[in-house]
């Protein structure tokens, strides 16, 4: 069974640092893209940022500069560093593999981790 599970989330103060991480398991041959999105109480989801298998990342502009995000082919894991954090960071974090395709040559589409929640409060 093909899973995504995110660690790391938590109750954090302005201004602090978070790191989270995104590990694949399972049966998996390559991932394409792998990313964050990010989903606050009664908003819809939106993206953080996504990295390549190649290392191209891209960014929302609400978090450049602030937020970085990591990918470890070989142990196919996937990690968000957050700096600065705001009140408005606060959501529940979502791990996602764009194209996934497992060792039986299955094409698994917008897989999604279960998510992490990050709060941001003093």
């Known amino acids: 069974q093909v899973q995504l599970v995110e660690s790391g989330g938590g109750l954090v103060q302005p201004g602090g640092s978070l790191w989270l991480s995104c590990a694949a398991s399972g049966s998996i041959f390559s991932i394409n893209a792998m990313g964050w999105y990010r989903q606050a109480p009664g908003k819809e989801r939106e993206l953080v940022a996504t990295?390549?298998?190649?290392?191209?990342?891209n960014y929302a502009d609400s978090v450049k500069d602030r937020f970085s995000i990591f990918r470890d082919n070989a142990k196919i894991t996937v990690y968000l560093r957050m700096n600065s954090l705001k009140p408005e960071d606060t959501a529940v974090y979502f791990c996602n593999a764009d194209w996934l395709v497992t060792t039986d040559y299955i094409s698994l589409y917008d897989f999604w981790g279960q998510g992490t929640q990050v709060t941001v409060s003093s």
């Open positions: 990295i390549t298998s190649g290392g191209i990342t």
